[in-house]
């Protein structure tokens, strides 16, 4: 590809989405504008995957920063998309690039609708894993946990969540809560080794005990199943709390139990039992509840997109075209679509999380945005070229009108050298993070001067 006929593409959100759309379409030639809500680029790579895993989390980095040193991607942190926000989609759409991707992730909140879920000690895991992992807005609020968890969930962000509260937290007992039985659990082996140390093995027999009967009516063996979910807690990290960790199985949260002053001091649950339904199973609910003591709620059940982007949203996901395309990968799935119109939206495409919430892990949403790639070259191949220094005039035009703060790779590099000496100065697990948009950004401004 030559300069004449190279696009413009603007990528919304450097999560590993993004940057795979970034990195492919670069590759390719292209420019490619990235603009993302955080100062820093990463995504759930930088502000969710757990602190700890400095390994995955370094060697995405470092991808990372491979593609942002390119002189055809120009990045913008500090830029958020959406109604009342830097920009909005339309203002996206008026600036003349080839096309739009949408990977901003599923930044919405899923809620279960569960009375009482306002109380004090109630708490969504988004919010809970972006506080560990200091996002700014979140790192430097206080989250009073208790010290009995309850958890509902049964996925690697509930194992995550369980990690910091029994090994930063040092609450003395974490529950999942789980809607089905054992056999449904979610979580990979792997990820519970980081706190298998703590399993509370008394509690989990007694627990296959209650359910035994249930579990056998769909051909599951109580023992069995117990021997495979306990076989698994092997290779266990190092214990460095005594609390203790446990699960209730086949229960669904049907209240928030709160004392006088809104405090949460329990759950009322609801016994569901088991029925076949293809090749898997639904919990029903079996209208006898029962009160189960804590003292916090976490919400570990997945999240939904933020509709105030401001692309047509049913349901918790952005609507894509439902007219199969026939090409592999299907095209339909990456376009936006106006059902109002019935009409894709021309050069507005989706990837990642932005298009199938809370689906996989870093590789998934990596391939995503490779597909994604692939799908806009496509759509590009037929386009009059675009002129980026026109595109990032007009662009750099709007920030000023909107106020806005963006940050640059020179202002990346300022907040990189700082982070390196800051190592190991303050209290956050595993790397130094900043705790503020406020102090990075008076840094950016102090660096470049
Ligand atoms: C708690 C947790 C732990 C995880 N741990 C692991 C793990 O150990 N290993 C693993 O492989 N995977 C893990 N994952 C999964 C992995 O993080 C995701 O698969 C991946 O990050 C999804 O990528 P994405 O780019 O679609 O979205 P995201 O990573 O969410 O990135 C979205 C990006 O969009 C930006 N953005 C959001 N809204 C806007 C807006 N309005 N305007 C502009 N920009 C916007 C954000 O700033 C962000 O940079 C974990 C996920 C969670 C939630």
């Keep these: 590809m030559n300069a004449t006929n190279a696009q413009v593409i603007i990528v919304v959100g450097a999560g590993p989405a993004g940057m795979a759309v970034a990195s492919s379409l670069a590759k390719a030639g ?11 680029f990463g995504g759930l790579a930088e502000y ?58 599923a930044q919405g909140t899923k809620s279960i609708g569960v009375e009482g879920d306002s109380a004090h000690g109630v708490f969504h895991a988004k919010d809970v894993v972006f506080h560990f992992n200091r996002l700014p807005g979140y790192g430097d609020r206080p989250f009073e946990m208790g010290k009995h968890v309850a958890i509902i969930g049964v996925g690697d962000v509930m194992v995550d969540i369980s990690r910091w509260l029994i090994n930063y937290k040092k609450v003395e007992r974490v529950t999942a809560i789980a809607r089905r039985g054992p056999v449904e659990r979610k979580y990979n082996p792997k990820e519970i080794r980081s706190v298998c140390s703590n399993m509370d093995l008394d509690g989990i027999a007694t627990e296959f005990l209650r359910i035994k009967d249930r579990l056998a009516a769909v051909g599951q063996n109580a023992d069995d199943v117990r021997k495979g979910l306990t076989e698994e807690f092997t290779k266990c990290a190092p214990k460095v709390s005594d609390a203790k960790m446990g699960f209730q199985f086949l229960a669904s949260p049907k209240r928030i139990l709160a004392d006088g002053h809104n405090q949460v001091r329990g759950l009322e649950l609801e016994e569901n039992k088991l029925e076949p339904k293809g090749d898997d199973t639904a919990a029903v609910g079996l209208k006898q509840y029962y009160e189960f003591p804590c003292d916090s ?36 799935l990456f376009q936006a679509y106006d059902e109002t ?3 894709v939206i021309d050069g507005v495409f989706l990837a990642g999380w932005a298009r199938k919430a809370s689906e996989g892990l870093v590789g998934v949403a990596k391939r995503d945005g490779d597909w994604c790639a692939e799908v806009v070259s496509r759509y590009l191949a037929t386009k009059v070229p675009a002129n980026v220094t026109a ?35 303050t209290d956050c697990i595993g790397e130094f993070k900043y705790a503020s948009t406020h102090e990075m950004l008076e840094l950016v401004k102090k660096g470049k001067a």
């Design 48 to 105: 969710g995957i757990f602190p700890a895993k400095l390994k995955l989390r370094g060697g995405l980095k470092k991808q990372y920063w491979d593609l942002l040193q390119q002189p055809n991607v120009h990045y913008f942190g500090n830029i958020t998309i959406g109604n009342g926000n830097d920009l909005t989609v339309e203002d996206l759409r008026g600036l003349g690039a080839g096309a739009i991707v949408f990977s901003s992730g």
């Design 30 to 40: 292209h420019e490619v504008i990235v603009l993302n809500r955080d100062i820093k």
């Design 341 to 343: 119109t019935n009409q």
């Design 297 to 332: 709620v976490v919400f570990a059940v997945g999240d939904k997109v933020d509709p105030s982007l401001g692309l047509p949203y049913k349901n918790g996901v952005f609507v894509t075209n439902p007219n199969k395309t026939g090409n592999d990968p299907d095209d339909a």
């Design 391 to 425: 595109v990032l005039d007009t662009l750099a035009t709007l920030f000023k009108a909107r106020k806005s703060d963006p940050v640059d790779v020179k202002g990346l590099h300022v907040l990189q050298s700082v982070e390196k000496q800051r190592q190991g100065e």
